[in-house]
């Protein structure tokens, strides 16, 4: 089946989405396999997917859509609990690392082999970091982990992109949760040579990702940590929240916004 490029595969890139869902999509699928479809994605990083009827129904709305390249963790016993999806126009190649977060639906490595006419082949790893609640050492176990493997990284171009419940203290938030544990995982991430990749383009910008339900207070956390050998062929990094056909609410179609990053 022959499937017409994007326009920024046209011009030689990839357009890469991480959009965390909410549970599964839900009776929300539809309108977010068309949401994905308007942001001419190449490479979709999906978190909190499942494998109930409706996450099966969103996997399939992407292949017909050109995302016939499919990998997740979801579990067959355990349908309805969150896991990570990735989908692309192009082959993927599970990856195994000797180190990395132990947490085998929240973690997943692969090698993306994208054509040389849009850069070629790359390294994704595809990360939904545990919530602060209720063990936040398993958060801080997954954080130190992501550290671990990146500071030992020799395996080329690369990015962990995702939902890193995480951020710079002042600035990633409206209100303080972040503390110095957070802030300085993101510090060594950069010091190791993982620039979060929207923070290095935009400084002091202070845009939220998501929004406390009870407060209304604003997170930046869905990021994408890009390393050296890949860092010079990011061209634009943006957020935008999804739009549902006659709902203009913010949250339509989740309560997260999505992460867009374009290499070239």
């Given at each position: 089946m022959h499937l017409p490029l994007?326009?920024?595969a046209e011009q030689g890139g990839v357009r890469l989405v991480s959009w965390n869902i909410r549970?599964?999509?839900g009776r929300r699928v539809d309108e977010i396999a068309a949401q994905i479809?308007?942001?001419r994605a190449d490479v979709l990083v999906c978190l909190e997917a499942r494998g109930t009827v409706p996450g099966q129904r969103l996997a399939a709305l992407l292949e017909e859509r050109g995302f016939v390249h499919q990998r997740t963790t979801t579990d067959p016993a355990r349908p309805a609990v969150n896991a990570v999806l990735v989908a692309s126009r192009w082959p993927l190649?599970?990856?195994r690392t000797r180190h990395g977060p132990a947490e085998p639906l929240r973690w997943l490595p692969v090698r993306v082999d994208a054509p040389v006419t849009a850069g070629g082949t790359f390294t994704?790893?595809?990360m939904h970091v545990p919530n602060f609640v209720p063990d936040r050492e398993r958060k801080f176990a997954y954080l130190d982990a992501l550290h671990g493997l990146a500071r030992g990284?020799?395996?080329g171009p690369a990015l962990f992109v995702?939902?890193?419940?995480t951020g710079r203290t002042g600035i990633d938030e409206e209100r303080p949760v972040f503390n110095a544990r957070h802030d300085g995982w993101m510090v060594a991430m950069d010091t190791a040579g993982w620039r979060d990749a929207f923070r290095a383009r935009y400084p002091s910008r202070r845009e939220f990702t998501w929004y406390s339900p009870n407060g209304g207070n604003g997170f930046r956390l869905d990021q994408?940590?890009?390393n050296t050998r890949l860092a010079p062929r990011v061209t634009s990094v943006r957020h935008a929240w999804g739009q549902h056909s006659g709902d203009a609410r913010r949250e339509a179609l989740s309560d997260h916004a999505a992460l867009i990053l374009d290499l070239r």
């Open positions: 994007h326009p920024v549970a599964g999509g479809g308007r942001w190649r599970p990856l994704l790893g595809a990284w020799r395996g995702g939902d890193t419940n994408a940590f890009v």
